[in-house]
């Protein structure tokens, strides 16, 4: 005896044009497979959405039913690239936490698959330019994230104390001679701070104010936390955050309508067929 999934689905089946049944059948979803589908776990929900693109009736579909392949092959892509975008900006940023502005080739390397995801997105209705948009907000949170996560961290956790101008860091670059200013911390470590001090060499032993990462990550800015600056790039990154969020919703907001107005129009034509 049939289930009472299986009469449902043999009901809406029954429903459909004869064009519609044959139509899946040839695409493997006869009869047989819907019951099988209904069967399972919020399956006459998928069954519905199924037959949903088969029927030329306007009957609505319920809350919940799935929405068939097309709408999903509209919004899916989009979504793809909000996650992979997202992922590597985040990546790229918690990476300043142990390497500093070197980060930014972090970023980079996770740039490979947000061009992936890029060009696996549809150029529907505003699809260019939503992929320039996303484009650009990446390179732009990997860029000056990567260069003010430290002082975007210092400005929240930062503590501001007494340090002592220590003896220099020196170095060769390209044959000239570069001074790293270094302080001591009231644990006794010695940090090179985060902006070099040109005045730092004559100033070995006196004290000063400094602005100190408590876990000992991010080196020390000196001055107080209205000296640590990153408030602009701050803002702009912000900007570049909606940016990234924003254009892929729209565009997969947008490319759904289309899609649906133009499954709308060709029932209409079937139906005046």
């Not at 029927?55 to 892509?77: A, I, M």
Request: glycine share 10%; aromatic share 8%.
């Amino acid at each position: 005896m049939a289930s009472k999934d299986e009469g449902s689905v043999d009901e809406l089946f029954a429903q459909l044009p004869k064009e519609g049944q044959l139509a899946l059948e040839q695409v493997g979803m006869g009869l047989l497979e819907l019951r099988r589908i209904a069967a399972g776990e919020g399956g006459i929900r998928q069954v519905r959405g199924i037959l949903s693109e088969f029927t030329t009736n306007s009957h609505p579909r319920r809350l919940g039913d799935d929405e068939g392949p097309t709408e999903r092959s509209e919004v899916w892509p989009w979504m793809r690239l909000l996650l992979v975008a997202v992922a590597g900006v985040v990546i790229c940023l918690l990476s300043t936490y142990l390497i500093n502005s070197t980060a930014l080739f972090v970023g980079w390397a996770c740039a490979v698959p947000v061009a992936w995801a890029l060009f696996k997105t549809r150029l529907s209705r505003g699809g260019l330019a939503a992929r320039c948009l996303v484009g650009a907000a990446y390179i732009v949170l990997i860029w000056m994230g990567s260069y003010s996560a430290d002082e975007w961290y210092l400005q929240v956790r930062g503590q501001e104390t007494t340090v002592t101008y220590a003896k220099p860091h020196y170095s060769e670059s390209h044959g000239a001679r570069v001074t790293y200013c270094r302080v001591k911390l009231p644990d006794g470590s010695f940090r090179e701070v985060f902006r070099n001090d040109k005045w730092c060499t004559d100033l070995v032993g006196s004290k000063t104010t400094a602005v100190v990462d408590p876990a000992g990550h991010y080196r020390p800015v000196l001055g107080h936390k209205s000296d640590v600056g990153g408030t602009v790039d701050g803002y702009v990154c912000l900007g570049a955050a909606a940016v990234l969020v924003l254009a892929p919703l729209t565009a997969a907001a947008l490319g759904r309508a289309n899609e649906a107005r133009s499954d709308r129009g060709g029932r209409l034509n079937g139906t005046a067929a």
